[in-house]
């Protein structure tokens, strides 16, 4: 069992244990999960954007929940462990979006003699 899974099943055991302590058994309808399928989400992290992508299946007395990403991926992410935010829907493309214009730079020519503040090149 490689580390990540391992620390899953952790999780899920530690919360089944949890549920069972205080009375709400994983699936129950006491609680509804704070997300629905077809929910655009973002999952970040100490303020860096790791996943977004549509929510495929949720997993009811958890934080649980499947996310179907922009490559086609999925991702089984915990609520607890990012931040994840509710959004509209994906950003627009970037071929839809109109192209802005380059920025432009001026060329300083360079001379192979010094020139002075007072704008003669006399060395001596």
Not at 18 to 32: H, R, W
Request: charged share 15%; net charge negative; glycine share 8%.
């Amino acid at each position: 069992m490689s580390i990540a899974n391992r620390d899953l099943f952790q999780a899920l055991k530690t919360q089944a244990t949890l549920a069972q302590a205080f009375g709400a058994m994983p699936g129950s309808q006491e609680e509804p999960h704070p997300l629905s399928e077809g929910d655009y989400v973002e999952a970040w992290h100490n303020g860096r954007l790791y996943h977004q992508g549509t929510v495929v299946k949720t997993v009811a007395g958890t934080d649980l929940f499947w996310l179907n990403d922009h490559a086609g991926n999925r991702r089984l992410l915990d609520m607890d462990s990012m931040e994840i935010v509710t959004v509209d829907g994906p950003a627009p493309e970037t071929a839809t979006q109109s192209p802005r214009p380059a920025p432009t730079a001026t060329v300083t020519p360079i001379s192979a003699y010094p020139t002075f503040h007072d704008g003669s090149q006399q060395i001596a």
